[in-house]
C-alpha cells in the first residue's frame, strides 16, 4: 500500500484482556513509531525502532505495554492487562531515517470497557 | 526538546491567508520549527519544517523570527479542507528521525 496501515482501526475490548495492535509501515522506512492519543491532546509519544531495534521506549506507561518489530518491517504494540484508562487512539508513524518527514496511519480507536 | 505555545483556537475566512503563530522561546540552536496538522480523524501529516530562514512549499510558508523565539505559519489561501488542530513542534536536527513532542495544537477553522 501507499501508506501506512494499522489494523484493526477499532478495538473494543474488556478491562483486564490482552490486546495486539498492528502497524504496516510504509516499505522501505527504517524508522517506525507509536504515539498514543486521548481525546482533546496532542499525540504522545511511546516508542520507537531504528530496524528491529526499540533505540527509544521511554514513552511506554508501564510494563503491561509491549511493542516487538522482528524482521524491521510489521510491528507489534502489545497490551496486557488493559485498564479503561489506555482507551485512546493508538498511532504509528513510520519514516526514513534521514526524512524531513514522519507519516502517520490513520490510528486504531481502542475502547476499553 | 524545546516547549511550545500556541493559542488554543483561530478563525480564518476562506480564501484568506490563515497565519498561526507560535512562540518557543526556549530553542536551542540546532532545534529545528516542524509543523504538522491532524484533520478530523485523521493522523498527523507533515507541513514543513525550517531551521533560521524562512521556508516555503506547496502547502505553506513558515516565517521565523530573526532570534528564532517565534515563528508563523502561513496558509496563503485557507480553504474549508485546512481546518485541522495544527501543532508546532522543536525538536533537534533537521530529519524526522526521532521523536515528536506534541502540544495541544491550535485548531484551525476556516469559515465559507
Redesign the interface.
Known sequence: GAGVSQTPSNKVTEKGKYVELRCDPISGHTALYWYRQSLGQGPEFLIYFQGTGAADDSGLPNDRFFAVRPEGSVSTLKIQRTERGDSAVYLCASSLRMATEAFFGQGTRLTVV | DAKTTQPTSMDCAEGRAANLPCNHSTISGNEYVYWYRQIH??????II?GLKNNETNEMASLIITEDRKSSTLILPHATLRDTA?Y?CIVKAG????????????TILTVHP
Not at chain 2, 41 to 46: I, V
Not at chain 2, 94 to 105: A, C, D, I, N, V
Open positions: 480523524s485523521q493522523g498527523p501529516q507533515y519544517h488542530v501543532y533537521g530529519t524526522s528521525y526521532g521523536k515528536l513532542t506534541f502540544g495541544q495544537g
